[in-house]
């Protein structure tokens, strides 16, 4: 049974800064791409950062050279660190990955999801 956690969510002023976590626990062999996506309030689902288990990472224009996604693979944890964060960042994040268990690609995993408010 895989189990995603993410910690690290709150309230913020702007201009302050987060870091989120999601760990992921269970018989996983590997996991490629880990990412953080968000849902605003009343806004569909979008994507935030990705990154591959090889560094490779892609992010999402409005949060560029003000967000971080980093990983350790020997935890299966990703994180975002958030600096400079803004009203509009107000949103729940959620973790996603697709792991493979016992060497086979499984389906796609969401973590819980934990609320990011920022204060103007």
């Known amino acids: 049974q895989v189990q995603p956690v993410e910690s690290g969510g709150g309230l913020v002023q702007a201009g302050g800064s987060l870091r989120l976590s999601c760990a992921a626990s269970g018989s996983i062999s590997s996991i490629n791409v880990m990412g953080w996506y968000r849902q605003p309030p009343g806004k569909q689902h979008e994507l935030v950062a990705t990154?591959?288990?090889?560094?490779?990472?892609n992010y999402a224009d409005s949060v560029k050279s003000r967000f971080t996604i980093s990983r350790d693979n020997a935890k299966n944890t990703v994180y975002l660190q958030m600096n400079s964060l803004k009203p509009v960042d107000t949103a729940v994040y959620y973790c996603?990955?697709?792991?493979?268990?016992?060497?086979?690609?499984?389906?796609?995993?969401w973590g819980q999801g934990t609320q990011v408010t920022v204060s103007s």
């Open positions: 996603n990955f697709r792991p493979r268990i016992s060497g086979i690609l499984a389906g796609n995993y």
């Open positions: 990154i591959t288990s090889g560094g490779d990472t």
